[in-house]
């Protein structure tokens, strides 16, 4: 049963920095692809940046390039998303998914994750 549990979330100042963590379980996710995703009140959940578990290429959405940094911590099977500048409009709860794929080819789809967090909140305040 695969898990993913995220943490880090919360309330900021615009301009400030948050890390959220995603610890992953159930699975060996060496062949996996792990992304972060938002979704603000009243709007569609958009996908904000995307890791390959092993070799480590990243994308991410225009609005949080040069801000916004994936990354992954094999040891502690956890994948981290560090926000920078943070502005108010990037306020949502944010979840993390897992991609099931060996394509070298990282996904902002949403229907090619299998895998969900819970998401956690994070508010920015102007």
């Known amino acids: 049963q695969v898990q993913l549990v995220e943490s880090g979330g919360g309330l900021v100042q615009a301009g400030g920095s948050l890390r959220l963590s995603c610890v992953a379980s159930?699975?060996?996710?060496?062949?996996?692809?792990m992304g972060w995703f938002r979704q603000a009140p009243g709007k569609e959940r958009e996908f904000v940046a995307a890791?390959?578990?092993?070799?480590?290429?990243?994308y991410y959405a225009d609005s949080v390039k040069g801000r916004f940094t994936i990354s992954i911590d094999n040891a502690k099977n956890t994948v981290y998303l560090q926000m920078n500048s943070l502005k108010p409009e990037d306020t949502a709860v944010y979840s993390c998914a897992a991609n099931p794929t060996t394509s070298p080819v990282l996904s902002k789809q949403l229907g090619a994750y299998d895998y969900w967090g819970q998401g956690t909140q994070v508010t920015v305040s102007s």
């Open positions: 159930g699975r060996t996710f060496s062949r996996y692809a």
């Open positions: 890791i390959r578990w092993t070799d480590g290429p990243t």
